[in-house]
């Protein structure tokens, strides 16, 4: 049984929005122009926030001279504070039906906080910075991935946001480059990378701004190609008109319920990362290259493994990733190290992105109910990020108490049995047949 949207094609009934691999095959690959400029934003505004990212660690905790608690308080926020809002921006999008304006103001907020970063110097200047940023980010996620489920072929939706996903991280792979370059060239030159990053924002906003269509959009209808704009439903034009009936979906139940599991059991890229240097005691500027390296690993599958959960089924694809993370973990707590297995570490890390991210986002939207697509997407992203939230400071402390290795190997026998129950809660996520 598969959701379909009926009037992409003129009014004409389509192939359901879940299809598999006979569907998909029949209709050919063709990314729509709003794809392409929303993944151009996207690439722009990561080199802004993954050169930031890349440094953070080093920047918490050897440049201000702070604890792995402290860092993974910071990093909590960073993973976590966007659940603030993400359901919030969700419904603004749906009710609106203007989901660019929504995603608009959540870019124009991450800018507005890295000018803070060229006057931050201690614990609670960058933890406020971070949530303003994070906020932002949870402001555009949801309405920008709304934009893209509308704009792009049912048949091909987890494909469409593998190439999104694509663009996005070729931007993830730029900014740390740079900021590898900047401290390459400028020994503690944190502030030049700053700037850098703020530089790339306003790109990144002005793109936004003067490229991408205004769409309307309602969660029914496809914008490119239909020749005419969505009439919104008159229930969604009433003030406060919020519900929370979505989540009574069994299908989005059972994926929140999932992802929310493994979401907890799922910590930051930094402390990967730093598990790798206090193990293999590297030079402190090679530090970004590890982010280089996942994003190109996620960069070259995102596509593929897009294209895999479209055929074959996305809930493979999503567990699947999990299971490239838990060898990760176990991996870096080897007590070998070396280039190899850190090379093999972030190939782990980089294809559980390319497997869970854009892939989760397809199944929410195929799991929503008609009229409610950017809030069924933003509860997703809510519960995963809440869940990342409490497993990174949850990491903080257990490093702190217990070490690294030995906090990493019990995060991967905890997320051994996460993966296990969630083989037996996601089969069950099916979507309702919407009449066309």
């Known amino acids: 049984m598969y959701i379909s949207l009926s009037d992409r094609s003129g009014g004409k009934r389509e192939k359901p929005r879940g299809a598999t691999t006979a569907l998909s095959s029949e209709v050919p690959f063709r990314l729509s122009p709003v794809i392409l400029w929303l993944g151009l934003v996207s690439m722009v505004t990561d080199v802004s926030s993954e050169s930031v990212t890349a440094i953070l660690p080093l920047y918490v905790t050897g440049f201000l001279g702070l604890s792995t608690i402290a860092f993974g308080f910071i990093d909590g926020i960073n993973q976590g504070a966007s659940a603030l809002v993400r359901i919030a921006a969700g419904w603004a999008a749906d009710r609106s039906g203007h989901p660019k304006r929504i995603a608009l103001a959540g870019y124009g907020l991450s800018m507005l906080a890295r000018i803070g970063f060229l006057f931050a110097g201690g614990f609670w200047a960058v933890a406020a910075i971070v949530t303003g940023d994070r906020i932002g980010k949870g402001i555009r996620t949801a309405p920008r991935d709304a934009l893209i489920t509308v704009s792009a072929q049912p048949e091909h ?71 005419q704009t969505a009439v919104l439903p008159k229930q969604r034009r009433r003030l406060f008109a919020f519900s929370w009936s979505h989540l009574r979906e069994p299908g989005l139940g059972r994926l929140l319920i999932s992802a929310g599991l493994l979401g907890l059991l799922t910590i930051g890229d930094g402390f990967i990362y730093l598990v790798l240097q206090d193990r293999d005691s590297f030079a402190v500027q090679w530090f970004p290259l590890l982010f280089v390296g996942t994003n190109i690993v996620f960069l070259a599958f995102a596509i593929p493994l897009g294209r895999l959960a479209d055929r074959v089924g996305r809930v493979p694809v999503f567990v699947g990733g999990h299971i490239a993370l838990l060898a990760c973990y176990l991996l870096a707590a080897a007590p070998f190290g070396g280039l190899w297995s850190t090379l093999g570490c972030l190939i782990l890390l980089g294809g559980f992105y390319a497997a869970t991210d854009g892939v989760l986002a397809a199944l929410a939207s195929q799991l929503t109910p008609p009229g409610k697509l950017a809030t069924g997407i933003a509860s997703a992203q809510t519960v995963v990020a809440l869940s990342r939230m409490t497993a990174a400071a949850g990491f903080g402390v257990l490093w702190y108490a217990v070490g690294a290795s030995t906090a990493m190997v019990a995060a991967g026998a905890l997320l051994a049995c996460a993966v296990v129950a969630v083989v037996f809660i996601l089969p069950g996520a099916k979507p309702k047949p919407v009449n066309a």
């Open 157 to 227: 939706l987890a494909r469409s946001f593998g190439v999104h996903r694509m663009l996005d991280n070729i931007g993830a792979a730029a900014g740390p480059m740079i900021a590898f370059l900047v401290l390459l060239m400028i020994p503690n030159g944190f502030s030049t990378v700053f700037v850098v990053s703020l530089a790339f924002a306003v790109i990144g906003v002005a793109v936004l701004g003067l490229v991408v269509p205004d769409l309307r959009a309602d969660g029914l209808k496809g914008i490119e190609g239909a020749g």
